[in-house]
């Protein structure tokens, strides 16, 4: 499996912004497609968002439609999500995650590897 390690969470107020980061370890980068997802109190685990091995394709949750963006820099081994225009609502813990897959994921059961998660607080 992939280690992988969160950072960039934070306290931001309604419509600001945050870059989340994702930085893996332990295996090649770009045989993995990445995915976001979060937790918030009290509800299950949703999916965010994905990026393919190459970083070709990505798809997203409707929530986050047109405010977040997933990219990845597979010679730093890096995967991040640009948050714009944050809302109360995204108030979460974000996870980091890797599958070993050509295509583009977005099922918890898809990925192989978790990271801790990143606290991200949305006050109004």
């Known amino acids: 499996q992939v280690q992988l390690v969160e950072s960039g969470g934070g306290l931001v107020q309604a419509g600001g912004s945050l870059r989340l980061s994702c930085a893996a370890s332990?295996?090649?980068?770009?045989?993995?497609?990445m995915g976001w997802f979060r937790q918030a109190p009290g509800k299950e685990r949703e999916f965010v968002m994905a990026?393919?091995?190459?970083?070709?394709?990505?798809n997203y949750a409707d929530s986050v439609k047109g405010r977040f963006t997933i990219s990845r820099d597979n010679a730093k081994s890096t995967v991040y999500l640009q948050m714009n225009n944050l809302k109360t609502e995204d108030t979460a813990v974000y996870y980091c995650?890797?599958?070993?897959?050509?295509?583009?994921?977005?099922?918890?059961?898809?990925?192989?590897?978790w990271g801790r998660g990143t606290q991200v607080t949305i006050s109004s």
């Open positions: 332990g295996r090649t980068f770009s045989n993995y497609a």
């Open positions: 990026i393919t091995r190459l970083g070709g394709s990505t």
């Open positions: 995650a890797a599958a070993r897959t050509f295509g583009l994921p977005s099922a918890s059961a898809d990925f192989d590897s």
